[in-house]
Structures are given as structure tokens and as C-alpha cells.
């Protein structure tokens, strides 16, 4: 054979293997089945780096948020972008995890074991990443530890809430005298409520701990009381709806540091007027709220309802006074309001029709690692068109002036986003 026509066989030969080769590479490393970029995933292990900094730094992964840092927020923040939702973040002290879905069958999945990786079951299960535990791809093993739960994870406003303190150890374990300590999520940090377990007694007359037997167990109740020593008196008040915790402190017999910090699974405290209310679902957008279909006022009337609610990052430069206003003929009132341990900025503007005024409202919060804004407009009856008639216009302005002087519409809002939630 003429040896260029070796030659050009051989460079045929090549070409041919050099093309299926980047057809084979480019089929590998297409995404399957609509998977995100490959940067989503990269930035799930840069989120486990952070994590594991974050515990070296503060011996906790309790404040491991999308939020906690700038990037954090860059890395939450382009996942949602591709995604279309935020990595789900499960935390205590001693454990964390985090997961986000990548499509009908798979999720990738992050936790303090230094497990990373894809799973196809739910890490929302029980057992896997839900709260209570915090692991993605088995379930795990019996651990021996002390454990401290409640008996369920949403409550009625002053419902009783039974909870189990037990010694899963092989050896006697010390737990703080008060058992449990309970605290309650503002915002973006767990704040603990005041409590007391004695009537007031002198702190001398007061043991440092209660020592657990192996396999012991210790039931107490809990009547969602805030208590504090006044005088020498136990007073104590209503803790308000939200989510909440319990935590405690665990040491072996004869230490005299506490070597671990306990805490429950969160539970949810819900007024119980919300279970008669309507559920409002976004699917688009992925949370739902609850609201009354009707407000339980005879002269102020919903008008625009049920309210808007809208989702965003939290800006950490939000001024309340730049908020824009309403398209209205008056200038907007802006206002900030701490109710029920949450910031509130508030935003109403009026206008006058036909024996009545309008009222616009536009509340902007955080919550759930996001900024909601919610809005509705309310009619008040002008209470001068009752003038005479039964004192029914005295009626009228007690009921309007009671509304506005006792926040009713904030405390309205507060119990409607008290119910506010992400879909799974």
C-alpha cells in the first residue's frame, strides 16, 4: 500500500477517535433528567466547609443559616436562582443537615457526619434530615445519649405539652436541675424565655442537677407559662404563638463543667382561632399561610382580601423610612413596631369614598430566613352617618378606637404569619 495513503488512513483513524470521544464525554457530562449545574452541587460542599468552620469557631452549629454570612447568602441565594428555592436547613448544637431537590427522584444531601451526596429518599423522612435528626442517606443507628422530646410538634395556644427527658446511656448522666430550659425562635436566633421550677425559693435551697439513672426516664409538663420572681411572688403570662424549643445541659456524675448541650425538636405553638381559617397556597412561589375569611368586626370591614403576601431575600440595608408608599392622594405613615418579639415595619395609607375610609396596610418582616411582605386594604364605617340612631355612632368609634389603639391589625398579622410556612 502507497505509503501517504497509510498516512491518510491513519489520520482518518485518529479523527474518527478524537470525534466519539467528545461525543461519549459530552453525553457523560450532560445533565440527567433536567439536573442543575454542576455549581449547585459545589456550592452544598461549600456549604458543609462553612459548616464545619462555623463549629470550630463557636462549638455549635446552631446558627448555621442562609443568612449567617455573605456567603452564605451568595451561595443560598444562586441556588435559589437555579432551583428556584433555598437549600432546606435542619440545626442543633451538636448536628446538622441540609438538602436541596434536584428533581422528581433525586436530592442532594449535606450533614455534620460528612456525608455529601445524592439520595433518592426524602431526607424530610423520619429519621433522616426532619428536624430531629439530622442525617441524609441511612437511617442511624441507636445512639446512646440523653435525650430530651415532647410529645408532638404543633400546639394549640395553651395546650399542655408533654415532654420525656431520657438516659440512653450505660452510665448515670446529670442533667441541669430545671430538667429543661425552653426557647423561643425570633427572627434569626434562639432566645430563652424566662422560667422558673420553685416557688421562689432562695438559690442556696436549690441543687445544681438531678443525676439519671441508665434508661431513665423523666416525664414533666410544660403550660406554656413565661414565669419570673417578683417580690418573692411567682408571676407568670401566656408565652405568645411561634416556633419553639427546649434545651438542657448534661454532664457525667463528679464533673464539674457541663460537657454537652441538649435540645428538643421544634414545635410550633398556634392560636387556636387559626384552625377555622382559610389556607391560601402558592405553588408557584412554594409556602401557604392561613387566614380568617372574615374579620370579627362589625364597622371595620377586610375590603382587599385575603392579604398579598410576598417572598424575598433579606436585605440587611432595609430601611423602613425609604419603604414607598401607596398610590394615594395623602403621603404614607411608616412606622417600625416590635410586637410579640417580631420587627415590624408598617406602612398604612387612607382615602375617602362614600361614607367610608380605606385603609391601606403593608407590613415587611423576617421571618423563615426571608423578607415577607403582606397587604391588604380594611373599610372603616364613617361613624358620624350613625349620628343619633341607637348610639350606634358611639359604638362605631369605640370599636374603631379600640382597634387602632390596641394594634389589632398588627395582632392580626402577626397570628396570620404565625401560620405562614415553605411547601415541602
Known sequence: MN??????????????????????LIISIRPRHGEPYSRVVADMHQIQAKAKMIYEKERSYATLNCNYDDDMKMMCDYIEKKLGFKPT???????????????????????????????????????????RTFVCSVKRAK????????????????????????????????????LYIVERFDGDVWSEIKRADWP????????????LAPGQIIEREWDQKEEWCQDSKLVSQQVP???????????????LEWEETICSNEFVLKEKETADWKTYKNEEYGFEFRYPEELDLKYIKAHIWPPKVTVGPIDPNFICEEVQ???????ASKEEIIFNHSNYCVVTGSEGAMGSTYVSYKYITNKENSQ?????????????????????????QAEISNFKANLEATALVDKILSTFRFLE
Open 143 to 178: 445512639k446512646e445519649e440523653v435525650t430530651l422530646t415532647t410529645d408532638k410538634t404543633e400546639y394549640e395556644v395553651g395546650e399542655t405539652l408533654k415532654i420525656k427527658i431520657k438516659n440512653d446511656t450505660e452510665e448515670e448522666k446529670e442533667i441541669y436541675i430545671l
Open 3 to 24: 505509503k501517504k495513503i497509510k498516512i491518510l488512513i491513519w489520520i482518518l483513524i485518529s479523527i474518527t477517535i478524537l470525534i466519539l470521544g467528545s461525543l461519549i
Open 372 to 396: 415577607l411582605t403582606l397587604e391588604f386594604v380594611l373599610r372603616f364605617t364613617n361613624c358620624g352617618v350613625y349620628y343619633g340612631i341607637n348610639n350606634k355612632m358611639e359604638e362605631c
Open 200 to 211: 421562689c425559693k432562695p438559690m442556696y435551697e436549690i441543687k445544681a442537677s438531678i443525676t
Open 325 to 331: 408608599g401607596f398610590d394615594l392622594p395623602g403621603p
Open 241 to 255: 404563638a411561634g416556633k419553639y424549643r427546649l434545651k438542657s445541659f448534661v454532664r457525667s456524675v463528679g464533673k
Open 89 to 131: 436547613i435542619h440545626q442543633s448544637d451538636k448536628e446538622y443537615c441540609a438538602y436541596i431537590k434536584l428533581n422528581a427522584e433525586e436530592y442532594f444531601c449535606i450533614d455534620s457526619s460528612g456525608f455529601a451526596g445524592k439520595i433518592t429518599v426524602n431526607p424530610e423522612k423520619e429519621n433522616y434530615c426532619d428536624g
